[in-house]
């Protein structure tokens, strides 16, 4: 099994530009989740897709950030523009949801540096 | 609103010896409870799930503890290993949803 697959894995950004991150979550898995991890404010789930559905936004810091999941296979979160209050690493995970297992399997993550 | 906390926030110790690290959550009301490690640059890799009704779970040298109506939770490792030098994150899913909230972590380095 691949895992759990991210891209870009670094990206350095000029403020006010967009950037997109990419999930490939693992086969078979119908729960996808988006977290930040900050040294100050540590791991913060951002929004989780249940069947390809937005099913928790809470997190989503403000409109410049957005996330889609088309696909079982693919999602994205797009900020636009970007600050530099941005600048973390975001992690993409996934899950088989069932109420009495959920292991859930992260990326590797994609550090993200708004200049 | 669920907060977890670690304790301590980091750990240095010589190779050989058992240790525990602690996480305290606020609401008992947790579908369960999983404790993660995470290598400098890397993701975070599940080590240990324990369900809201079970008490521990054990895997290899790891043996986790959960007492729910308490809200704590220990990670016991034992004859640590240089390789073990890591940061050990705890989470908490939180009932009715499948939220994880995590707590900071302790950063443990194991000397040889």
């Known amino acids: 099994d691949a895992g759990v697959i991210q891209s870009p894995r670094h990206e350095v950004t000029e403020m006010g530009q967009e950037v997109t991150l990419r999930c490939k979550p693992i086969?078979?898995?119908?729960?996808l989740f988006w977290y930040r991890q900050t040294m100050m404010r540590g791991l913060e789930l951002l929004i989780y897709f249940n069947n390809n559905v937005p099913i928790d936004d809470s997190g989503m810091p403000e409109d410049r950030f957005s996330a889609k999941m088309p696909n079982a296979s693919f999602s994205t979160l797009k900020i636009q523009p970007s600050e530099p209050r941005d600048s973390a690493v975001y992690f993409c995970?996934?899950?088989?949801?069932?109420?009495?297992?959920?292991?859930?399997?992260f990326g590797e993550g994609s550090w993200l540096t708004v200049v | 609103k669920q907060e977890v906390t670690q304790i301590p926030a980091a750990l240095s110790v010589p190779e050989g010896e058992n240790l525990v690290l602690n996480c305290s959550f606020t609401?008992?009301?947790?579908?369960?409870l999983q404790w993660f490690r995470q290598d400098p640059g890397k993701g975070l890799t599940s080590l240990l799930l324990?369900?809201?009704?079970?008490r521990e779970q054990t895997s290899g040298r790891l043996n986790a503890s959960l007492d729910k109506s308490s809200g704590r939770s220990t990670l016991y490792i034992a004859a640590s290993q240089p390789g073990d030098s890591a940061t050990y994150l705890c989470?908490?899913?939180?009932?009715?949803?499948?939220?994880?909230?995590f707590g900071q972590g302790t950063r443990l380095t194991i000397n040889p």
């Open positions: 324990i369900q809201s009704s079970q």
């Open positions: 995970a996934s899950t088989l949801w069932a109420w009495d297992r959920n292991t859930i399997y």
């Open positions: 609401d008992s009301a947790i579908y369960n």
């Open positions: 989470a908490v899913m939180v009932s009715g949803a499948q939220k994880l909230v």
């Open positions: 086969s078979g898995h119908n729960s």
